[in-house]
Structure formats: C-alpha cells, structure tokens
C-alpha cells in the first residue's frame, strides 16, 4: 500500500526490449601509439584486444562509435566511446541480449531494427577503420616487428 504521495507500484513488471539488428565489432589485437607510432599496446584502455562490442551509436562524425561490451577484468557489461580505427570486423548481428537492449533501447541508430540496414552499413564502417588507421599515422614507418591490425592481417 502507498501513501498519498507515493505512486503505486505497477501492476505488470516492465516488458523485456525487442531484439534488433546492431552492428558488431571486435577491437583489434594491437593497436600503434606514442610518438610516430612506434609504440604498440594490446586492445584499448577499457577492453582486451579481440573483444566483442555492440555498436549503438556514433559520436564526432563517425570517429568515435558508442559501444557496450565486458571491459577488461569484469563480468559485467559497460557503455564506451571508442575510436572507429580501434576496431575491426563490422558485421550485422540480430542481438536478444537484455542488458545490451536495455542499454541501447533509447538509441537505434538505424532508424530501424531491419536487417538490411545493419548489412549496409556494416562494410562502410569496415572501410572507414581501415581509412582512419591507416591516414593516423600517414608519415612514419611501421616499428619491427609490427603487431598493428594491418600487419598482422594484410588482405583486410
């Protein structure tokens, strides 16, 4: 029972969200950093090098993509921006994941939740990681040995 000013509790527990099409994308294994390029570290500050990301959104263009994935050390899932030439592998995914929907219920990018939507843009932003990583260091030469996405998988 409520008092007057509390609202009653609801009578059916809240719907689970709708599975939908998003964009999947792993990080790359090594990414080049520090001056010139010349550093290398494994995956990114949050997640390892290999994880699995949901894309949900964009930022900055289409620089930085919105992701939800398990950071490194930890179970559970976390929201994050993430530079475009920090992943890899774009691919269309049907996503039943209820923490994932729940996380990205408010943004369906794609204006829809078709298929074809996800399958379009997905070798876009495959080509647009490549563009980014490979323009971000244009002028200096890669370190030996180089463990960089576009070293270790040359016909990607």
Same mark, same amino acid.
């Given at each position: ?10 009578? $059916?527990?809240?719907?689970?969200? $709708?599975?939908? &099409?998003?964009?999947?994308?792993? %990080?790359?294994? &090594?990414?080049?950093?520090? $001056? ?9 500050k949050t997640f390892k090098g290999g994880a699995k990301l949901y894309v949900y959104g964009f930022a900055d263009g289409r620089d930085v993509c ?7 050390? *930890?179970?559970?899932? %976390? $929201?994050?921006? %993430? ?13 039943? *994941? ?8 408010? *943004? ?28 971000? &260091?244009?002028? &200096? ?16």
């Amino acid at each position: 029972m409520s008092t007057p000013t509390e609202p009653d509790e609801p009578d $059916e527990p809240p719907q689970p969200p $709708e599975p939908c &099409w998003m964009l999947v994308a792993n %990080v790359v294994e &090594w990414r080049r950093c520090g $001056e010139g390029g010349q550093g290398q570290r494994p995956g990114t500050k949050t997640f390892k090098g290999g994880a699995k990301l949901y894309v949900y959104g964009f930022a900055d263009g289409r620089d930085v993509c919105k992701v939800v994935g398990r950071p490194r050390n *930890s179970p559970r899932y %976390v $929201e994050a921006h %993430v530079h475009t030439r920090h992943l890899h592998t774009f691919r269309p995914k049907f996503v039943r *994941s209820p923490v994932v929907l729940r996380t990205t219920e408010w *943004s369906h990018f794609w204006g829809s939740t078709a298929e074809a939507d996800a399958a379009q843009a997905a070798p876009f932003m495959d080509r647009h990681a490549r563009a980014l990583r490979s323009e971000r &260091w244009l002028d &200096w030469h890669h370190p030996q040995p180089c463990l960089c996405h576009e070293c270790l998988n040359p016909g990607r």
